[in-house]
T-cell receptor, first 114, second 109 residues
Framework: ETGVTQSPTHLIKTRGQQVTLRCSSQ?????VSWYQQALGQGPQFIFQ???????GRGNFPPRFSGLQFPNYSSELNVNALELDDSALYLC?????????????FGPGTRLLVL | GQNIDQPTEMTATEGAIVQINCTYQ??????LFWYQQHAGEAPTFLSY????GLEEKGRFSSFLSRSKGYSYLLLKELQMKDSASYLC??????????FGTGTRLLVSP
């Protein structure tokens, strides 16, 4: 049990639609990162939020956006879904000032785009 | 930037020992991580090496050679539940971890 939860667990969408994925971090974990993991690949960094501001972004287009809320929950929004967006989406959180070894991943949301 | 290479798949027998290798290239080294990921689940932290040498943690050990850009994860007394993907990762700046593609380990009876 990592204390990081994600919803929904599975989701099916069609091309062009929009999707919102949710993550709830442990209390006090004010850094949250989102990763995309395609089948058979390692997780790829999408972006990180710290104190409700985006403070780092990977090689993903602007249609991937996020929000972080004061209650340590966060969202990943993806607009204009494409087939290649089908993947496992992971959020990860860690407490302030702590190293990567304290980062915990949520169970992920598996998104299928048809 | 960062680049990580690890074998795609390995097989081993229950009770045996297996070594999963990882080579990396990174500008500015800040440690190397190993994660275990069972199918459809979240990655879970196994080990973190920042200095050269072997670190042992129960049945799992991790080795690092910074001069060679090389690490390995050693799993002893393999159990069926060790069938999973093993991910090697390095920090890519303070915001992110850069992961390899993962090594899928299949343990057979």
């Amino acid at each position: 049990e990592t204390g990081v939860t994600q919803s929904p667990t599975h989701l099916i969408k069609t091309r062009g639609q929009q999707v919102t994925l949710r993550c709830s971090s442990q209390s006090g974990h004010n850094t949250v990162s989102w990763y995309q993991q395609a089948l058979g690949q390692g997780p790829q960094f999408i972006f990180q939020y710290y104190r409700e501001e985006e403070n780092g972004r990977g090689n993903f287009p602007p249609r991937f956006s996020g929000l972080q809320f004061p209650n340590y929950s966060s969202e990943l929004n993806v607009n204009a879904l494409e087939l290649d967006d089908s993947a496992l989406y992971l959020c990860a959180s860690r407490p302030p000032g702590q190293g990567w070894e304290t980062q915990y991943f949520g169970p992920g949301t598996r998104l299928l785009v048809l | 930037g960062q680049n990580i290479d690890q074998p795609t798949e390995m097989t081993a027998t229950e009770g045996a020992i297996v070594q999963i290798n990882c080579t990396y290239q990174t500008s500015g080294f800040n440690g190397l991580f190993w994660y275990q990921q069972h199918a459809g689940e979240a990655p879970t932290f196994l080990s973190y090496n920042v200095l050269d040498g072997l670190e042992e943690k129960g049945r799992f050990s991790s080795f690092l050679s910074r001069s060679k850009g090389y690490s390995y994860l050693l799993l002893k007394e393999l159990q069926m539940k060790d069938s999973a993907s093993y991910l090697c990762a390095v920090p890519g700046g303070f915001q992110k971890l850069v992961f390899g593609t993962g090594t899928r380990l299949l343990v057979s009876p």
